[in-house]
């Protein structure tokens, strides 16, 4: 029965300094969203060595759908009518020819 619980007690002892060592690596190491090229601070960084800069482009809402879209990423009709894709821009012709006829 002492040997038992001597064996327990000695891997809790274990268990506890590996508990510790870890937590102290974990808390010293830098992390994989660190070294990812998908980081936040990772893309701030290389966004300010290129020297873009960090501007707000307007929104667009879609006539169609009504999806908010960037306004460079929009496309347009040939007048000031905003799409957010070919097939929102393809329904709206369908639909206004069909209405003409």
Avoid: N, Y
Avoid at 32 to 59: I, K, N, V, W, Y
Wanted: aromatic fraction near 4%; proline fraction near 3%.
């Amino acid at each position: 029965m002492q040997r038992i619980l001597l064996v327990v007690v000695v891997l809790l002892i274990v268990w506890r300094i590996l508990a510790s060592i870890g937590r102290r690596l974990s808390e010293k190491a830098p992390g994989a969203d660190s070294f990812s090229r998908f980081s936040p601070e990772a893309r701030r960084r290389r966004q300010q060595a290129r020297g873009e800069a960090r501007t707000m482009e307007e929104l667009v809402e879609c006539i169609a759908c009504g999806t908010f879209v960037p306004a460079g990423r929009s496309l347009t009709d040939g007048d000031s009518r905003a799409f957010c894709s070919e097939d929102c821009r393809h329904q709206v012709r369908v639909s206004s020819k069909h209405g003409r006829d």
